[in-house]
């Protein structure tokens, strides 16, 4: 009899125990079984692989399941302004869950397995909660085939800027090793400094060619002082200077004399060379006045020549008896 009551109690104590796993499973897989239930429509551009059952999420935290897909949707049932969202997704949430009318729906990967799911958020209050059945317009968050292409896209130009920055490292390597050569022209400028560097320390050693000029230099300034003590001692240097400026107060004195002589002599030098350019020119003329004066002939006008004109006495005696006449 004891028995008996103790597998009485075994079975009912699996009955309870199935029974309660299979209740907390269709309340997890199929919650309207147990609470009510809203649904609502969800249009995307394309389903992305999102299976019935996924999870729907309010702000992160799930509130409901994907209850069926729809694809491709008749061109008249989709919403309005949106006509390549080709698919439609049926969500059901618990019904106390807060969406609102102007919210932000998103199919997204979530969790370690990247699993898809639907997200709601930003949603405004001042909009009202959605109605049974109510239609929102969702969008995707691109995968890695969609992704890749758009890194690429923006990863171009630095992909670019890149090769153009190892193709100049390349020719700056090119350019050192060319530098760098043994007969180079680097080479020959290190060597040309070496040899620099040798003649300023022979120049600058001990007794070398730069201490011997500063001690000549030093002696000669030496020498220098030593003079003007002595000309300052005896005075030499005042009394030089002063013979100095009576010398050439004596010769400007000489200058101006000279200068007037010279101002008073030119005009009498001219006059004689206008003589003599004259004499010149008559002897030119009439060469024969040198051996017979007497025949000179004297135009009416300075340094002109009248042929056949009467010598000095016929024109007096002809001025004389026109002078007697009536």
Do not use: C
């Not at 009318?101 to 979530?110: D, G, L, N, Y």
């Not at 059945?133 to 690429?152: C, H, K």
């Amino acid at each position: 009899m004891q028995i008996f009551r103790n597998e009485v109690r075994t079975g009912l104590l699996v009955l309870l125990t199935l029974g309660l796993v299979v209740g907390v499973i269709l309340y997890i897989s199929s919650p309207g079984l147990f609470r009510p239930l809203k649904t609502f429509r969800v249009y995307f551009d394309d389903a992305a692989g999102i299976k019935p059952g996924a999870a729907v999420m309010l702000a992160g935290r799930k509130i409901g399941i994907v209850a069926d897909i729809q694809s491709p949707v008749p061109v008249s049932d989709r919403p309005a302004g949106s006509p390549d969202s080709e698919a439609m997704v049926v969500v059901k949430v618990a019904n106390d869950s807060q969406i609102f009318k102007q919210s932000a729906v998103t199919m997204r990967s979530f969790g370690l397995l990247a699993e898809l799911v639907i997200d709601f958020n930003h949603g405004n209050p001042l909009s009202g909660l959605a109605e049974q059945n109510e239609g929102f317009l969702g969008t995707r968050s691109p995968d890695l085939a969609e992704v890749g292409p758009q890194i690429i896209q923006k990863l171009d130009p630095a992909l670019s800027q890149v090769e153009l920055t190892l193709q100049e490292l390349k020719r700056t390597s090119v350019n050192l090793t060319l530098l760098t050569e043994p007969k180079s022209p680097l080479v020959d400028a290190v060597k040309n400094f070496q040899s620099v560097t040798s003649n300023l320390k022979v120049m600058t050693a001990k007794d070398g060619p730069i201490e011997e000029a500063l001690n000549n230099i030093h002696l000669t300034l030496g020498d220098l002082r030593s003079v003007t003590a002595e000309l300052d001692k005896n005075q030499n240097l005042g009394k030089a200077l002063a013979n100095f400026n009576a010398g050439s107060a004596k010769l400007k004195t000489i200058l101006d004399s000279t200068d007037r002589n010279i101002a008073i002599a030119f005009p009498r030098i001219n006059l004689i060379l206008q003589n003599v350019s004259e004499l010149t020119l008559k002897l030119k003329q009439q060469p024969w006045r040198v051996l017979w004066p007497s025949t000179i002939k004297y135009p009416d006008q300075p340094g002109a020549q009248v042929a056949g004109q009467p010598t000095p006495l016929r024109r007096r005696a002809a001025f004389e008896a026109q002078k007697s006449s009536p």
